[in-house]
């Protein structure tokens, strides 16, 4: 293949733009926020259920509570009734009012069981709603983490797409002043070469591998015409010459 000395010259300022775009899309990947986000959502999303699990919890403790004063509400009210038929006596036999009286000392009793309960139970409630506050606390700094991490990756990001836009701007051009045959040979060699197509020859040595070629290889790439594109036998990327070798 043959091309004008010139337009081989533009495949390294092409190969030069390509690099930093490729350079650009790797960074775009590894921005720092990515992985903290990560981790700070799976921390959010943590917490969120602790949440819900304490808020289930709490749920089905405030039902305790609420019967707990029920059952003591109605021991209360049973013991006063009983208390005011003891007062008033009317109608009652000896008999009536020692039944009462040891009534009223078994609903003392019952009594004190199910304030114990509801006492305990209380306690639990309290100590459900102290660690609702508390997961509430870290969920709302969990997502406030989350949502600084974003805005920080979203202006990281939008940085680089900003610089991948001016730097990808000058390529059409280049392209343009390529030959078709030289450019898909650039671009084959470019998409198995881990993105380079194209480099320098200098001083007997492959800008691409980096590897100083055989005194045989140097010798035809040098007696090459000038037009003529040659290529590194060793990694086999275009080997654009820049000056004389001597």
Known sequence: MKADPFVQARLLELQALDTRLQQIDHARTRVPQIAALAEARAR????SDDVVR?????????REVERAETDVQQVRDRAARDQA???????MTSKDLTSLQHELQTLARRQAELEDVEIE?????????ARLTELTTERDAAQAEVDRLTAERDTAVGDLDAERVEVERPRADLVGGIDDKLLALYDR???SSGGLGAAE???GRCGGCRLELNPVDVSAIERAASDEVVRCEECGRILV???TES
């Open 201 to 203: 020859f200098t001083h």
């Open 121 to 129: 139970v209380m306690e639990r409630q309290e100590g459900a709603e």
């Open 44 to 47: 959010l999303q943590q917490v």
């Open 54 to 62: 304490v808020e289930t919890g709490l749920s089905d403790i405030r």
């Open 85 to 91: 038929r003891l007062e008033a006596g009317t109608g």
């Open 189 to 191: 060699i470019r998409d």
């Open 241 to 243: 010459r820049t000056h």
